[in-house]
């Protein structure tokens, strides 16, 4: 595809955004990240306010990027991420909601597969299925910073869907459940196979949400502080 940055989604200019963005699907989360963990920030993304930031945290230079949800949005902004901005290392920060019956409110899952319901790798016309998966290496840096914060983090498979209101509800969660699949959120799938197709690295750390089968859910300020656990994490792998 001939384009390049600026992009239809991203009026950042090449050079803009830095080779690692972490990629909270809220616009005005990133907004906060840059606020409250950067430091000598630029805003480079103002398109459909999905807001993208860049700035340093430590001395490194990093960036971060609003997603929106889903995989088609996500799927977008990470595609021109990598393939217009030379991005080489894509952290999604994002909440989930607890499959397994160990995962409680505010617990850390890592991603290492992507289970999925959508359609997403129809595109590649493969001739089977594609297991969408993490960069072992960000993965296993993941898990060794997050214990060096006496955080123990969930590491397996999670389930990336592409409805939150599914009409068959708790029973078509259970049956991914019953495959071992820790979580469900919306975006890792097409986050994990356009990192693949383009040999970058990929990573997805979420924090619990909700807990679907226990009728339970945080509210925003309860978010807040297990939030700020899992940006430590990211922070420090970047
Ligand atoms: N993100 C957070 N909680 C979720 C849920 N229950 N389903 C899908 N995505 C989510």
Not at 14 to 29: Q, S
Not at 89 to 113: P, W
Request: glycine content about 10%; some cysteine.
């Amino acid at each position: 595809m001939a384009m390049g940055a600026p992009t239809p989604h991203n009026n950042g200019k090449l050079g803009d955004i830095a080779e690692t963005v972490l990629l909270p699907g809220d616009p005005l989360r990133a907004k906060f990240i840059a606020e409250n963990f950067l430091e000598d920030v630029v805003q480079y993304n103002t398109v459909r306010g999905m807001n993208g930031y860049t700035g340093y945290y430590k001395g490194r230079r990093i960036s971060v990027q609003g997603t929106g949800m889903g995989c088609p949005s996500i799927g977008i902004y990470t595609y021109e991420l990598i393939h217009f901005y030379g991005v080489k290392n894509l952290i999604r920060i994002g909440s989930a909601g607890a499959l397994h019956e160990d995962l409680k409110m505010h617990d850390i899952v890592i991603g290492m597969g992507s289970c999925t319901d959508s359609n997403y790798a129809s595109q590649y016309n493969l001739p089977g299925t594609f297991a969408p998966t993490a960069s072992y290496e960000l993965l296993s840096k993941a898990v060794d910073i997050a214990k060096s914060q006496g955080v123990e983090p969930k590491v397996g498979n999670i389930l990336c869907s592409d409805v939150f209101y599914g009409d068959d509800g708790l029973e078509g969660l259970a049956k991914w459940a019953k495959m071992g699949v820790l979580a469900v959120e919306m975006e890792s799938a097409a986050l994990y196979m356009n990192a693949a197709r383009a040999g970058v690295n990929a990573l997805c750390i979420l924090t619990i949400s909700d807990c679907p089968f226990k009728g339970e859910a945080t509210t925003a300020m309860e978010r807040q502080t297990a939030f700020t656990r899992m940006m430590n994490i990211a922070l420090e792998l970047a």
